[in-house]
């Protein structure tokens, strides 16, 4: 992964701030297809009591390091409906991301994207589909 000391910084400031149930590192990065000028997305997933947009902000405004760090953060129940929704983000996050916080709730969104999967989900190069009604 590229800049761990500056992540590991980041997630500890998040933490001691948020006191977030789930950090994801996903895309390019966590997929290991990082380029020079790639990002870091992060998903946090915390008890926000502030709309999606100051929470972007919030999450930006706790980055001391010089990674550049692309935080997305949901509550836990706004990542689950997505999650349950098919929301292409979120099941990207759990397919290919890595845990840095939350390892036991991540395990458990896999099981169900695994029981998911087995319903007819299927991953395309582009998008998910599935036959699921």
Sequence with gaps: MSYPSEVAEY????CSE???????LHGSTAKGLNGRWSDLDLIVI????????DRVGKLLDLNETRA???PLGYTPREFDDMFSKLNPLALEAV????????QNLFRQFRSRLEE?????????KSDWTTAIP
């Design 46 to 53: 915390a008890d926000f009591d502030v709309p999606l947009i």
């Design 18 to 24: 948020l006191k977030p149930s789930l950090i994801i």
């Design 116 to 124: 998911i999967k087995s319903k007819g989900l299927k991953r395309t």
């Design 95 to 102: 397919e290919n991301g890595v845990a840095l916080l939350g």
């Design 68 to 70: 550049p760090i692309e």
């Design 11 to 14: 997630c500890e400031k998040v």
